[in-house]
T-cell receptor, first 114, second 114 residues
């Protein structure tokens, strides 16, 4: 049973470009969470999605950031017009359902904005 | 507003001795607590958890203690092994409507020396 997969593992973008981060949850998991870790900080919640639905986006910046989890395919975190402050590690986690308290994390995508 | 705090950024322990990692929280609505271990360039790995209705949970070398009145939890690792060297994150969960996002502390870097 493959774990949570994220790609790319490393992404370099210039200021103003778009960044697309992908997350494939564990088999059988229908809940996806995105977290961001800035240097020397803990992980900060961004958004929680179920298939085709955004459940909680309270941690997502209001502008330039969007997330989706379509019926088919991976979850996508999109950052438009990236700025240097977006440089961070972005982690995706999945769980089988709300009542299951454990979230399994992917290896992360390290975004560097030049 | 840091609702989960790990006040010790680092800890060094000799192999075979006990490692004690501490975590404090401020939100009394948190009802589930987890510890994650993280190696560099990898995603967090779930270690152990505890529900707010318990005060202790043990799994092999790992024991988590919860003191609800003090809003404090700790992770004990005994005996410590060199492979335990990693960053440890405390996380808390609050059921808020249908969401179960995790709130993380800033982490404690554990170094187990020979």
């Amino acid at each position: 049973n493959a774990g949570v997969m994220q790609n790319p593992r490393h992404l370099v973008r210039r200021r103003g470009q778009e960044a697309r981060l992908r997350c494939s949850p564990m088999k059988g998991h229908s809940h996806v969470y995105w977290y961001r870790q800035l240097p020397e900080e803990g992980l900060k919640f961004m958004v929680y999605l179920q298939k085709e639905n955004i459940i909680d986006e309270s941690g997502m910046p209001k502008e330039r950031f969007s997330a989706e989890f379509p019926k088919e395919g991976p979850s996508i975190l999109r950052i438009q017009q990236v700025v240097r402050g977006d440089s961070a590690a972005y982690f995706c986690a999945s769980s089988p359902g709300q009542v299951n308290n454990e979230q399994f994390f992917g290896p992360g995508t390290r975004l560097t904005v030049l | 507003d840091q609702q989960v705090k790990q006040n010790s950024p680092s800890l060094s322990v000799q192999e075979g001795r006990i490692s004690i990692l501490n975590c404090d929280y401020t939100n009394s609505m948190f009802d589930y607590f987890l510890w994650y271990k993280k190696y560099p360039a990898e995603g967090p790995t779930f270690l152990i958890s505890i529900s707010s209705i318990k005060d202790k949970n043990e799994d092999g070398r790992f024991t988590v203690f919860l003191n609800k009145s003090a809003k404090h939890l700790s992770l004990h690792i005994v005996p410590s092994q060199p492979g335990d060297s990693a960053v440890y994150f405390c996380a808390a969960r609050r059921l808020d409507g249908t969401a179960s996002k995790l709130t993380f502390g800033t982490g404690t870097r554990l170094q187990v020396t020979l």
